[in-house]
Structures are given as C-alpha cells and as structure tokens.
C-alpha cells in the first residue's frame, strides 16, 4: 500500500469516526443504564457479596428494571476483597461504558476504587464500608455512601452507655488505626458523661485468643465492656467469654459486635451481646415491609444488613439519577447531594452535601432468641439513636 | 497463676496445630502448606459430625480420619510423581492445594460461618486460683498431653516409627530390606493431614469455624516447627509451649505487642540456632 | 527462529494488545500484566537462575509500594526519583534479609524469607500505622508527571511501563549471560564444586537476592500507582505465593517464561473469574496438573513442542 491510498483510507477512517462521534454527541443516551459492581463474592467475604447483590438486584426489579427510560444493565465483579482486583475489575467496567460504580465491601478496597471514580468522575455507591474517612468534607466529589459510618456507630455505644447506666467500662480494640480513633472519642466521651474507665487492651488485629485478657476482666469490677472489633475477631470474643462466664455480670458490647450472620456464628454465648445494627427487617415503616415481603418472596430468607442498606442505597441513587431526566454525570451528583429521602427502609436519610455521607437514625439492638420463622438468635432493635447526637459537624 | 494454665493451653493448642506440620516435614521433607486447608477441614468436617450425631466426639474421631483418607489421596495422586525431582516442587504442589481445599470446603458448607461447641463435660469453667478458668482450656492441656506422648512413643519407640525414620533417611536400604516405602510415605502424609484435623476439630468450639481459618494458623505452626527444629516432635512440644507461655504474659502485660513476640523468639532462634532452639542434630534441611 | 524466539514472539503479541485494538477493555489488565513482569522477571532470577525459592518477596515488593506512596504525597517528591528510591529501598531490604537467609539453604531459606516478611507485615498493619496508614492502606498514590503527558490515562501509562517493562526484560537477559549468571548457574547445579572452584557462594548469592529486591520494589511502586492505592495486603505471604505460582506456571530459569505466567494468571482472573466464582479452585487444578505434568511450565512446554515440530534444531 503506498502513501498516498494510506493517507486516503486514514483520512476516510477518520471522517468516519468524527461522524459517528458527533452522532453521539448529539443523541448521547446509551441504549442501557451501566452499573459496575465491585464486590467480594469468593472468598471469607463472599457473604457480604451475595447479600448486596440480592439487595441491589431487588432495588432494580422494583422499579421496573429501567432507569431514565432505559433498562438497567449490571456486571458483577469479584473483588476478591483485595484492592488489586477491585480497581482493575473498576477500570475496565468503566472503560466499558458504566455509569457508576456500586462497591466495595472492605474499606481498603473502596479507599482504592475512590481513586479510579474520582479520577473518571463516576459515581461511587458505597453501602457497608465504614471507615470515617471514605466521605469528608471536601474530599471525594463522586463518592456516596448511603450507609452508617464508625464514628457514628461509636457515639451509638457511647448512647447506650449512657442509657444502660454503666458506670464503669473496660475496653479492647483491634490493634489499628480506626479502632485506636474511635476509642480514644469513646473513653474522652465517656470520662466526660461520668463514666471511669477501667482499662483497655489491644490486642493484634485477627486474634484467636483472647483467654488472658477475658481473665484479667474478669477480675476488674467493670460492669461494661466495649469490644470495638468486628467480625470473626468479635465472634471469637464472644465465644471465648461465653466459655469463662465473663457475660454473666458484665454487659458485653460495641459498635459493630453483632449482627445475625455473627450471632450465629458465636451461637448461645452471644445472647445479650448489645450492639450497632446497620440495618434491621423488623423496622416497622411501610418502606421497610414492602421491602422485606418482596426480598422474602424473591429469595425465601430475612434480609440481613448487606442486603438492607444495598437495596436502600440504590433505590436512593437511581431514584436519583431518574430525578434529573439528564444524562449527564455531574447532574447526578448536584441531584444527590442534599437530596433526602423521606421513605427509606430505616426512615428518613439526608445526603449531606458536604461530606456526601447519609445523616440518618442509628439502630441499636441486643442479641435474644429468636423462634420461627425468625433465625435461632436474632437481633431485637432496642434504641433507636436520632441522627443529631450521631452526627458531628462536617469535617475534613 | 491463671495465666500459666491459659499459657499451657495455648501452648498446647499450638501443638495440636502444628503437629501434623512437623511430622510430615520431618519424616518426608515437604512442607505442606496446605496444612491450614486440612485444619479447616477438619474443623468442618467436626462441626458436620456434632451436626448429624449430636456428639462432640464423634467429630474429633470422624474428621481426622476422614482428612487422612484425604490426605492419603494427595499423596498418592499427586505428590508421588514428584518425589524424584526438587523438594520445591512438593511445596508447590501443596500450595496448589490449598486453593483446591479451600474452594471444595466453600462448595460442600458455604460461606456462613459455623459453630461448634464443647462437649457437656467441658461445658463449664472451673473456679481456679480466683479465676474461671474454661473446663475446655483443661482438656485441651491433657489432649495435647496424649497427643504429644502417644506421638512421642511411636515415632520414637515404635517399629513404625523406626520404619518410617528409616525410610526418610536412606529409601533404597529400606527398600531392599523388603519394605514399601511408597506405601510408608502415603502412610505418613496420611496421618499428617489427619493430626491437621484434628487440630481443627479440637480448636473448633474455640473459633469461628469460618473460610479464612486456615490462613491464620499456618504461620503460627511454621513458627512451631522453625522454633522447635523441623520435623522434631520433642522440639514442637517444647517450642509450642515456650510461644504459649510468652504470648500469656504478653497478653496481660501489654496485647498489642503479642505478635511481635512471637517473632521475636523466632528471629532469635533463626539468629542463635539456625537449625532450631531444641533440635538435637545439626540442620536438616 | 527457535523456540526461544517464538516466545519472544507470544509475549510481543500479549503486550502490545493494546496497540492493535487502542479502543478494547484489555488496557487496564495489560497494565497489570507489564508490572507483575517486572515483578516475576527480578523474582526468576532469584528462584530460576540462582536456584533459591523465596517465599519473601512481598516484602520488598510491598515496601517498594510504600516508599513510592510516601515519597510522593507526603515528601512531595517527583515520581521518577520516587520510583527508584522505591527500588534502592526494595533492594536494601532484600540486602538485609539475605544476611540473615543465606546462611541457610533450601526449604528453610524459604521458611525464613517468609517469617521475615510476615513480620514486615505485621509491623505495616499495626505498629507503623502514623507512615502506613494501617490496615487501610493510602489511597491516592499518584502516576507521573513527565512531558505534559497524562499518565492517568491508563492508555498512556501503558507506553511508561512498556518502557520499564523493556528496559526490566534487558537488563535480566544481560544478568542471565554476564559473569554473574553463569556463576549462579553453576553454584545452582552443585554448590560445592561452584565453592572449590573458588567463587564466593554467599557474596553472589547476596547480590543476585539485591538486584531481585530492587525489580521487586520497582514493580510495587509502580503497581501502587496503577491502583491509586497501597495497602498492607501487598506485603502478605500470599503475594509472594502468587509470584511464585506465576514464574512456575510461566517456566522457571527462562526469560520469557515467567512473563507467560503472569499474562496466564491474570487473563484468568479476569476471565475466569467472571465465568464462576470458583475460579481459584479451578487455578488450584490447573496448578497442580502443570505442576506435575509440565515442571517446566509453558515455556518447557512450547520448547517440547518445538522440538517435535523441528527435530534437529536446537534453541
């Protein structure tokens, strides 16, 4: 081929291509609504993955599977709960025309994907990530998170001190950064309201035993403890205490202690473990019972806490989105921030524009039996928090 | 006072988690990473048994055997074309297992975390040295005894355990002698995998039986074995316990610093005593 | 052409995917697949040439990960001389490790590499949290700042690394035919007659262990960069596993073959992983059927091919 028919063809190519491109300039409305999922569905954490998927899936089909007059098109994507996977997964879902980002589970794989969304300005749903710093003030412009943040599920069991009446608390916090933070705010708090705090341990992220220090609360005359641990660390606790009787007169709680899954996971010993519920199937709102009736119907069990605040989060956002009538993305976030939701499945939620972090109530609940149809041990909501004790100024 | 009987069953418990490790080490020369999947199965495989007979023991006596029947299939599929070729190539092959363990255990039981507990006669704490002490903490100090002696006793003093001494040291001698020294090693991967189990069943009313489990012990138990000389079960009592002790003070005195600890004791024994702090030969490997 | 150059071949046409389709999804795992090359080709040298498996590169790969982080968004340094600190100190640790691991050999050579860099994690999620940022990591770890280029777009950060990848796979070809390979060769194959004949095992060893730090530390920084993020999930063992996977399912002591490996690993973890969710069972399988079947890896593999394709012609 000689120069000249190169330059020809390349030239037509291009002409083409410019064509084709302002076409889509002018119409600009894909054939579908492109979300891309990020979340752990193999391994220790596929559960989280399975119950968001569920929530979002049921989100979708309950408003007919369309958004802004097009259907609703998902990709799920493992993350394998490593940021490495998750941002690659993130990359190239939006290099293929996703709109937003639904994801992730960890904190360390949503700070990663935060990256990516900013840098392309797409959305980013956050529905389970805790970690204070995923929303901050003047911090990430493309980042929502919909559900409870730590800080917030912190100042719940500072409440719960309060109302329990506990006077003297002993702590034990995972050995890292955000549980350090957290209970620093709890015991300055707490020594302020009146509360002698007795002494605290941490002990290495993942721990398996936990008998010493058991021991050594056991002979302290604290009538609390916190155990601001999560997951398989607060199960291990909880299991080991049981076996030590250290229940027996001490309340045993925290924020994030408990929720069904775990409950289960501990069994009996965790009966009257007392802590910060994300979310809750026996809400008792109109939103919340056609939620759970349609969720039992689909998938034939309760909805636990991944589902609940996944299902709130995307209706919230695409009910967003379809406000606008816009395809454009920066509407989509001027339409979110600020927007409040006055039928979500725990009540009335407001994305704060300055943070993008939903203000809403706290649910606190305690660990009973349960009879059918309810699991073997359930949790029972026993305070609900107002989202003005929870909630601090805005903060960078 | 208390903490030393904590410390005791910690230290046993290492034990009981690393024995498995340090026997197919010593006696085969393969580090078995999939060490950790075979714990977990064997905690699974406990909590299916307590699920279906209702009975604690049952499951400690189901699942190690159910693991070595396993285990004796990866020997035989698997590990056996390799023995000829560098020992890199065994390590590999394990670790290739780990991700078929894992995945066949996320299969069969999914990805709820299950639970067991100890059997009535553990149930309670007993009252000593003005604390309550678990009955479970107890029995898993004698288990690990039992375990400990009975190992002890057939390794070094049985014909079986002379056989097998025999066979990892020279093959072609024992060969010759007339013994099948496939049939020995496939033996001893075998009853490896089972003491992983049983490790896992034991430590089962401890810990969230949960898919991640095994990741979090096999550094623990190569810590066991490195401390204790590789493949020296006197050496892993001795060094299980020594870890045990140390991370029971450290607990009381300062819980953020346990990790630390331990690793502490190992690089001082990697400094001092290459070849292990109570290993009566020189290194092995 | 031999088997050796029809390799070559497959790894060019791996890599340059992206510039035969500039608008297809791959760029992002291309990307990938350039810096853990860099990643497997520093650890071949070690395990394939040298003969030494380690089980604690994560560490160096890791810390690279970090030095880069740090460097640039706290120290406010330029992203090119952050990434070769990121690789001095990748190499350094290594130095330091090698002190304490040489003196030993096989297994527990690899047994000490990772209680060591099971260490540095820990310390990297607990201890040195105010640098590390925790179990959280950082985020935001930025890409460089060169020509008015902008690298944050994933097609032009492809041509940066094709260039590291280049200059990564020359310098280990170069290593591989100097002096200093051909020792380790030889040491590799028996190491008491390397001894007799008078080269010091240990300082070559020593310095092979360094030069497979410094690659390791430069690809950490530089994956650090792709994701935006680094995290303490970078320095666990199982990172290290994952490159040890990569190089012998690639064909160790080759040049070409570990990168084979890792374009493998991370075709299927792409791919793979969206057709079931039990890819890494399946990986396992895979794994332990080439491991057995193929010791050689795919390079053995191709080159057996070609044998029989070509009989009579040597590579």
């Not at chain 2, 067991?116 to 149930?123: I, K, N, V």
Request: charged fraction near 15%; proline fraction near 4%; glycine fraction near 12%.
């Amino acid at each position: 081929m000689n120069i000249v028919k190169s330059t020809i063809l390349t030239a037509a190519c291009a002409a083409v291509l410019a064509f084709t491109g302002s076409n889509y300039a002018m119409a600009d409305e894909p054939e579908s609504f492109k979300i891309g999922a990020v979340l752990p569905f193999s391994g220790p954490y596929g559960i989280i993955g399975k119950g968001m998927k569920q929530g979002a899936e049921l989100a979708i089909e309950m408003r007919g599977g369309k958004v802004l007059g097009k259907p609703v098109e998902v990709t799920w994507e493992d993350s394998e709960t490593k940021p490495q996977p998750a941002v690659q997964k993130a990359t190239r879902l939006i290099s293929s025309g996703a709109q937003m980002i639904f994801g992730a589970a960890s904190s360390a794989s949503t700070a990663a994907l935060q990256g990516i969304t900013e840098q392309r300005k797409i959305p980013l749903l956050v529905t389970i990530s805790a970690d204070d710093k995923i929303t901050r003030k003047n911090g990430y412009r493309y980042t929502f998170r919909t559900s409870n943040t730590l800080g917030m599920e912190i100042r719940m069991a500072l409440e719960f001190t309060k109302a329990a009446g506990l006077k003297k608390v002993y702590g034990v916090g995972a050995d890292y950064a955000v549980t350090r933070d957290g209970w620093d705010a709890y015991k300055a708090a707490a020594e302020a309201a009146g509360v002698e705090i007795v002494g605290v341990d941490y002990p290495p992220l993942g721990n398996r035993d936990y008998s010493v220090i058991i021991d050594k609360i056991s002979k302290t005359d604290a009538d609390g403890v916190i155990l601001i641990v999560t997951g398989s660390d607060g199960v291990t606790f909880l299991k080991q205490a049981g076996q030590a009787g250290l229940g027996k007169n001490k309340v045993l709680f925290g924020p994030v202690l408990q929720d069904e899954v775990l409950a289960a996971a501990v069994g009996p010993d965790a009966i009257g473990a007392a802590s910060g519920v994300r979310y809750h199937y026996s809400l008792d709102n109109p939103a919340n019972k056609a939620f759970v009736e349609a969720y039992r119907a689909k998938y034939n069990e309760w909805p636990d806490s991944f589902a609940g605040e996944a299902f709130d989060g995307m209706s919230w956002f695409l009910d967003a989105v379809d406000s606008t009538n816009s395809w454009d993305r920066e509407e989509w976030v001027k339409a979110f921030e600020g927007s409040v939701r006055e039928n979500s499945v725990e009540g009335r939620k407001e994305m704060r524009a300055c943070d993008h972090q939903a203000l809403q109530v706290g649910l606190w609940g305690v660990v009973e039996k349960g009879e059918a149809p309810y699991p073997d041990l359930k949790m029972k909501i026993t305070n609900i928090f107002q989202p003005e004790v929870l909630f601090p100024e805005c903060e960078e | 006072m208390s903490t030393i009987v904590i410390g005791l069953s910690m230290g046993m418990l290492l034990f009981l988690l690393a024995a498995g490790l340090t026997l197919i080490f010593g006696m085969l020369r393969v580090i078995n990473f999939a060490h950790g999947s075979l714990y977990m199965l064997g905690a699974y495989l406990a909590f299916q048994m307590v699920n279906v007979t209702g009975n604690f023991w049952a499951g400690l006596v189901a699942a190690p055997i159910i693991a070595a029947a396993i285990g004796a299939l990866m020997e035989r599929v698997a590990l056996r074309p390799v023995y000829n070729r560098d020992h890199v190539y065994q390590l590999l092959l394990t670790f290739g297992f780990i991700l078929v363990l894992d995945e066949a255990v996320r299969i069969i039981w999914g990805l709820e975390y299950k639970q067991m507990y100890p059997p009535e006669l553990f149930a309670g704490a007993i009252e000593m040295f003005g604390s309550s002490v678990p009955s479970y903490r107890l029995f898993i100090i004698g288990f690990g005894a039992a375990v400990s002696a009975a190992l002890f006793f057939i390794l070094d003093r049985s014909r079986y355990g002379m056989i097998i001494r025999a066979a990892s040291g020279d093959p072609e001698m024992v060969r010759t002698l007339g013994i099948n020294v496939s049939l020995v090693r496939t033996g001893v991967f075998s009853f490896g995998a089972g003491l992983a189990a049983l490790g896992g069943a034991v430590a089962g009313p401890l810990f969230p039986i949960e898919l991640g489990m095994g990741f979090n012990i096999i550094i623990d138990s190569f810590i066991v074995v490195i401390i204790g000389g590789l493949g020296n079960i006197r050496g892993a009592v001795l060094a299980a316990l020594l870890i045990g002790m140390t991370r029971a003070l450290g607990y009381s005195y300062a819980p953020s610093w346990v990790d630390f600890l331990t690793f502490i004791l190992l690089i001082g024994t990697l400094i001092l005593r290459p070849e292990g702090l109570f290993s009566r030969k020189g290194r092995t490997a | 052409m031999n088997a050796q150059r029809l390799m070559a071949l497959i790894v060019a046409i791996v890599i340059s995917v992206p510039l035969m389709f500039p608008e297809g999804h791959s760029i992002g795992m291309v990307n990938a697949i350039l810096i853990w090359s860099i990643f497997a080709i520093g650890f071949d040298l070690v395990f394939g040439v040298a003969g030494m498996l380690s089980f604690g590169h994560a560490a160096f790969f890791g810390v690279g990960a970090y030095t880069l982080s740090l460097l640039t968004m706290r120290m406010g340094w330029d992203f090119l001389p952050a990434l070769g600190a990121a690789g001095v100190i990748g190499g350094a640790l290594a130095l330091v490790f090698s002190y304490f691991a040489i003196r030993v050999s096989g297994l527990f050579f690899a047994l000490l590499t990772l209680a060591l860099s099971q260490l540095i994690y820990i310390m990297a999620g607990t201890k040195l949290r105010m640098l590390t940022g925790g179990v959280d990591g950082i985020a935001g770890v930025p890409r460089p700042d060169l020509f008015g280029i902008d690298f944050y777009d994933d097609g032009n950060y492809y041509f940066f690394l094709l260039a590291l990848f280049v200059l990564a796979l020359l310098i280990s070809g170069l290593i591989r035919i100097s002096p200093l390979g051909q020792a380790l060769k030889a040491i590799k194959s028996n190491e008491v007659r390397a001894e007799q004949i008078g080269f010091n095992v240990q300082r070559l060893q020593r310095s092979v262990f360094t030069i497979s730090g410094i690659y390791a530390g430069v690809s950490g920084g530089l994956l650090a960069s792709l994701i935006f993020y680094v995290g303490p999930q970078m320095l666990h063992w199982s990172t290290s596993g994952d490159v040890v996977i990569m190089v012998l399912l690639g064909g160790m002591g080759t040049l070409f073959g570990p990168i084979l490996g890792v374009a493998i690993f991370e075709i299927m973890r792409e791919w793979l992983s969206t057709q079931t969710s039990h890819w890494y069972g399946i990986l396992g399988l895979i794994f332990i059927i080439s491991t057995i079947g193929m010791p050689k890896g795919i390079a053995g593999l191709i080159q057996q091919l070609w044998n029989r394709i070509m009989p009579g012609g040597k590579s």
